[in-house]
């Protein structure tokens, strides 16, 4: 596709259920970060992939916070047994290269997930 | 660790009036310096970045930008704002080291109103 794609657009869990969110970078791209951007906040970093090495997962709030790109490509985040606290919108960003911070991240429209 | 600060988080502005939306960063090592803007439901568009040299940096849309290292500043400009530039503005870091990969730290945001 044209750009970084993520699904589903909006998501409403009820408190404790699991999810998975998924991220469909531009083709070809190296890198892959995902950030979570709380209501009237900027994002804040989770984790970075380059192809499918997860290589830096320091911004993950907890152990039920989990992601994984296996083939070095489509990226899932998931998310077990959610609290309210979890109600963010997730965004997904791709660079053609890895190893540098100079390229430009390529950013999807985000998944909104409210957890009641 | 980086931080950046955006010290106003409502700018309202008249059309055709212009505009600056300021921008600090705090910083023990190089940094690359990026601003990115947030339109309603969609993703963050890059609209320019300092890496190195001239510390005027141009940008998409007619905004600007200038690196002042002494001040550790990075403030967004545009001459003559438009009703379409409506958004939230997002400021943003990264570690501009050789094993860096281009995590990005943001500021909170200003959202910019434009009135005709």
């Known amino acids: 596709g044209a750009g970084v794609s993520q699904s589903p657009r909006y998501k409403v869990a009820k408190r404790g259920q699991d999810v998975a969110l998924r991220c469909d970078p531009i083709?070809?791209?190296?890198?892959l970060f995902w950030y979570q951007q709380a209501l009237g906040q900027g994002p804040e970093f989770l984790t970075y992939?380059?192809?499918?090495?997860?290589?830096?997962k320091s911004g993950l709030p907890s152990d039920r916070f989990f992601a994984e790109r296996p083939e070095g490509s489509v990226s899932t985040l998931k998310i077990q047994r959610t609290q309210q606290e979890d109600s963010a919108v997730y965004l997904c960003?791709?660079?053609?290269?890895?190893?540098?911070?100079?390229?430009?991240?390529?950013f999807g429209q985000g998944t909104r997930l409210t957890v009641v | 660790a980086q931080s950046v600060t955006q010290l106003d988080s409502q700018v309202p502005v008249f059309e055709e009036a212009p505009v600056e939306l300021r921008c600090n960063y705090s910083?023990?090592?190089?940094?690359?310096l990026f601003w990115y803007v947030q339109y309603p439901n969609q993703g963050l568009q890059l609209l320019l970045k300092?890496?190195?040299?001239?510390?005027l940096v141009k940008g998409i849309n007619g905004f600007e930008a200038e690196f002042n290292k002494s001040q550790t500043s990075f403030h967004l400009r545009k001459p003559s704002v438009h009703i379409s530039d409506t958004a939230e503005y997002f400021c943003?870091?990264?570690?501009?080291?050789?094993?860096?990969?281009?995590?990005?730290?943001f500021g909170q945001g200003t959202i910019l109103t434009v009135h005709p």
């Open positions: 960003a791709s660079s053609l290269v890895g190893g540098t911070a100079s390229g430009e991240a390529f």
């Open positions: 083709s070809g791209h190296v890198s």
């Open positions: 992939f380059q192809n499918e090495a997860q290589l830096d």
């Open positions: 910083s023990s090592v190089s940094v690359y």
């Open positions: 300092y890496l190195s040299g001239s510390t």
């Open positions: 943003a870091v990264s570690f501009a080291g050789g094993t860096s990969y281009g995590k990005l730290t």
